[in-house]
């Protein structure tokens, strides 16, 4: 059976629309939805009624929860005061914006979801801030998967779509016995892993307009990373016409992320 | 004697639209020559729907920091001349359109005037896309031009947040921008020449030779220049402002910086 999964929708509802009609054309009943529903885009409370009313199982990402907690991330949340402001910015439209009843909705959201070898998690396992980029050290990626009692790990947070196959690892130990007695070693080999990003329906940021989600197939393990076209210039009318930053507009027009990633992408917010 | 008539003596008045690499062309120039060298430039004519950019000292400041030993070419009218017969002195002038006339009737009466009042008559004159002794590569024809400057003396810069400002200025956030200069402020107390043009593929980022100790904001020139069509002058203003840092942040800034280079840099 196929499900899709969904990740970083950042309040584009052009986009959300275009990618749920392109999961039903396909005939897909299970969704799952990583999380980030709002921050940036022009109509969080649409989207969030849109996952709502479609029954969409959805974990909490960064943005979600940022609204619910206040802005407390600690300053490697930004690459520059530029990123910050705009972040700050469009933080505080969304916070003002979205319905006491949404934003309660928002607060229910779990940090993962799981079905049966399947973990999913907006960030990574630690932490909705973490991101877990396709290049990242193949032990510490390893280590993410394997701590959460995961086989396939399905994540989003880095709006870049990809699918990453850890094998060949193996752990070596080597224990001193009592005594005078020689050390031993052992080593463990370790089963496969996957790390499967799903990308961003609402911001994508590689290289391309599109919205990109995930298709899963459980039963071959399958994964297929889909682009959806959807109408930018919508999207990019309602940024402009609600007040956000017209540059927002320009950058999602251009496939560019609205603020970049922190220079040490890899490091937890501590909170 | 007005400069030029001198044997000896070389002025060229160089010409072209801009981007063409008029002041890249002076610099190899005046790097060149042996002797003394001075340096201006002159605002040309404004054809209709061909805004100038303002003279905002940038250039003049480059090419001062590049060739310390650099004379303004004002100093003749300033009555602080001083000229050897070994001297090159390079006119620099913003000129949309090819001149209709031979020597120097091809430009407007301002800078006819201009030149009468410094005393400079040229010796060579030479046209961005016209003589062959320049190169031609980045020259492109202007049918309509907005130019749009802000004054940026005493602001400093956010490192990261200019690098993202000006990619969206050239790539076309705040308009169709077919060129950007600049002169702009770091907190450890040095100054970049960022240089855009639309037939390049990349920006120029070029440090100045001389830095200022990284203590408070510096008086330096510093200006940004951006000629194109319909541009955004308030969402540019908007981002400026967002990258800008306060006295706060630069000063806590720079004591960090401080505290790790213990060595006093040149002044600026």
Redesign the interface.
Same mark, same amino acid.
């Given at each position: 059976m196929n499900h899709a999964v969904i990740s970083c929708l950042h309040a584009n509802l052009a986009a959300v629309e275009a990618v749920l009609d392109d999961i039903d054309a396909q005939g897909i009943e299970t969704i799952t939805c990583l999380g980030d529903l709002v921050g940036y885009g022009p109509q969080p409370n649409e989207v969030i009624e849109l996952v709502r009313q479609r029954g969409i199982p959805t974990c909490q990402g960064c943005w979600d929860e940022d609204i619910i907690d206040g802005l407390n991330a600690c300053e490697c949340s930004y +690459?520059?005061?530029?990123?910050e /402001? /705009?972040g700050h910015r469009a933080h505080h439209w969304t916070a003002d914006t979205i319905t006491e009843e949404n934003k309660a909705f928002l607060a229910e959201l779990p940090m993962t979801l799981r079905r049966d070898k399947l973990l999913f998690v907006h960030g990574s396992p630690n932490s909705q801030h973490e991101y877990l980029l396709p290049d990242m050290n193949a032990f510490a990626a390893l280590e993410r998967v394997e701590t959460a009692g995961a086989e396939t790990l399905f994540c989003g947070h880095t709006h870049q779509p990809y699918v990453r196959e850890l094998s060949g690892g193996s752990i070596r130990v080597k224990v001193q016995q009592r005594g005078n007695s020689p050390a031993t070693e052992r080593e463990l080999k370790l089963p496969m892993r996957r790390i499967v990003n799903a990308g961003s329906v609402g911001e994508p940021r590689h290289g391309s307009t599109k919205a990109t989600y995930v298709v899963h197939n459980d039963d071959t393990g399958a994964v297929t990373i889909r682009e959806v076209n959807y109408d930018v210039d919508k999207t990019c009318q309602a940024i402009v016409q609600t007040g956000l +930053? #017209?540059?927002f507009a320009? /950058?999602l027009s251009?496939g560019f992320e609205y603020a #970049?990633r922190a220079?040490d992408a890899s490091h937890v917010c501590e909170r | 004697m007005t400069r030029g008539e001198s044997l000896k003596q070389r002025v060229c008045l160089v010409s072209g639209p801009p981007g063409c690499g008029k002041t890249q062309w002076a610099l190899q120039t005046l790097q060149s020559h042996h002797g003394s060298c001075s340096y201006i430039r002159l605002t040309g004519d404004s054809p209709d729907g061909l805004e100038q950019g303002l003279d905002s000292g940038i250039d003049q400041t480059w090419l001062q920091d590049q060739i310390p030993e650099l004379l303004s070419a004002q100093r003749h009218e300033q009555g602080q001349d001083h000229d050897d017969d070994d001297q090159l002195t390079v006119i620099e002038v913003q000129q949309f359109r090819r001149p209709e006339h031979e020597g120097i009737n091809g430009y407007g009466a301002q800078v006819q005037a201009h030149l009468e009042s410094l005393q400079l008559q040229p010796t060579q004159i030479l046209h961005f896309g016209r003589d062959p002794e320049l190169p031609s590569q980045d020259t492109l024809e202007f049918s309509r031009l907005e130019a749009w400057h802000h004054s940026l003396v005493g602001c400093v810069w956010d490192p990261d947040s200019l690098s993202s400002f000006w990619f969206e200025l050239v790539n076309g956030a705040y308009g169709d921008v077919y060129r950007a200069k600049a002169l702009m402020n770091l907190p450890d107390g040095r100054s970049f020449f960022c240089n855009w043009m639309v037939s390049q593929q990349g920006s120029q980022f070029l440090p100045l030779n001389s830095t200022a100790t990284p203590k408070g904001r510096p008086s330096r020139t510093s200006e940004l220049v951006v000629q194109g069509k319909a541009l955004n002058p308030p969402g540019i203003q908007s981002t400026i402002n967002d990258c800008l840092l306060t006295d706060e942040v630069l000063e806590m800034q720079q004591q960090q910086l401080r505290s790790q280079q213990p060595t006093t840099p040149l002044q600026a």
């Open positions: +690459p520059s005061q530029l990123a /402001r /705009r +930053p #017209e540059v320009w /950058r251009h #970049e220079e | -």
